[in-house]
C-alpha cells in the first residue's frame, strides 16, 4: 500500500519566517509534486521533481523552492512566508511505471502564516 | 493548456443518484479521471476513464465519456452520507505528459 506522510498536519507560521514542509513516500516512486489547494480555486501546482535533485516550476512557483536529495523525499520550502501563502499544501507521487498515472496523496499540511 | 470546469456544489438526498458532471478542453486527453477528497484528507483516486472508452462502471459507480462534446460525468448510485466529500475531475494529455490538470472540485453533500 502506497504511503505519502507529510511532516505535520497543522503549521502556525509568522510572516517572514522560513518554513519547511516535507514529505516521504515509501513505494519507490520517481515523480513527486507539491500542490495548494484553496476554496473555489482547485489544485494548483507549485512545482514537481521526476527525478533526485532534478525540479521543474509548475503553475505558480513564485515564493517556494523545493529540494530532492533522496529519491523519497521532496521538500516544500517558503524562504519568507507571508499571509496569502496562507493554504492547504497537498504533496503527492506517482511512479513512471504506472500506465494510468495515478497520484498518490500524502493528507495534506493546513499552513497559517499570521 | 488541458483546462478543465467543474460545478463547485451538489446537494442530494440519501438514496438518490447524484450526477458530477466536467467539461475539459484538450480533446487530446489520454486519461480522465475522478478523484474524491474526504475532509480532513489528501485526494484519492476514484476511478479513471481511458480515452477510447464510452462508458466504464465500476459498483455503484459509472463513468460516462461524450468525447465529441468533451464531457465526463461520474454517477453515484444510491448516495450515502458517506459519500459526501469533493469530487475532482482530472485530465492527462498526451505525448508523454504524466502531470493531470485538476479542476476545481465539486462538494457533494448528502443529506439524511
Known amino acids: 500500500d502506497v504511503k505519502v506522510t507529510q511532516s505535520s ?106 | 493548456g488541458e483546462d478543465v470546469e467543474q460545478s463547485l456544489f451538489l446537494s442530494v438526498r440519501e438514496g438518490d443518484s447524484s450526477v458530477i458532471n466536467c467539461t475539459y478542453t484538450d480533446s487530446s486527453s489520454t486519461y480522465l479521471y475522478w478523484y474524491k477528497q474526504e475532509p480532513g484528507a489528501g485526494l484519492q483516486l476514484l476511478t479513471y476513464i481511458f480515452s477510447n472508452m464510452d462508458m466504464k462502471q465500476d459498483q455503484r459507480l459509472t463513468v460516462l465519456l461524450n468525447k465529441k462534446d468533451k464531457h465526463l460525468s461520474l454517477r453515484i448510485a444510491d448516495t450515502q452520507t458517506g459519500d459526501s466529500a469533493i469530487y475532482f475531475c482530472a485530465g492527462l494529455g498526451p505525448g508523454g505528459s504524466y502531470i493531470p490538470t485538476f479542476g476545481r472540485g465539486t462538494s457533494l453533500i448528502v443529506h439524511p
Open chain 1, 9 to 114: 498536519r497543522y503549521l502556525v507560521k509568522r510572516t517572514g519566517e522560513k518554513v519547511f514542509l516535507e514529505c516521504v513516500q515509501d513505494m519507490d516512486h520517481e515523480n513527486m509534486f507539491w500542490y495548494r489547494q484553496d476554496p473555489g480555486l482547485g489544485l494548483r501546482l507549485i512545482y514537481f521533481s521526476y527525478d533526485v535533485k532534478m525540479k521543474e516550476k509548475g503553475d505558480i512557483p513564485e515564493g517556494y523552492s523545493v529540494s530532492r536529495e533522496k529519491k523519497e523525499r521532496f521538500s516544500l520550502i517558503l524562504e519568507s512566508a507571508s499571509t496569502n501563502q496562507t493554504s492547504m499544501y497537498l504533496c503527492a507521487s506517482s511512479n513512471d511505471r504506472d500506465t494510468f498515472y495515478e497520484q498518490y496523496f500524502g493528507p495534506g499540511t493546513r499552513l497559517t502564516v499570521t
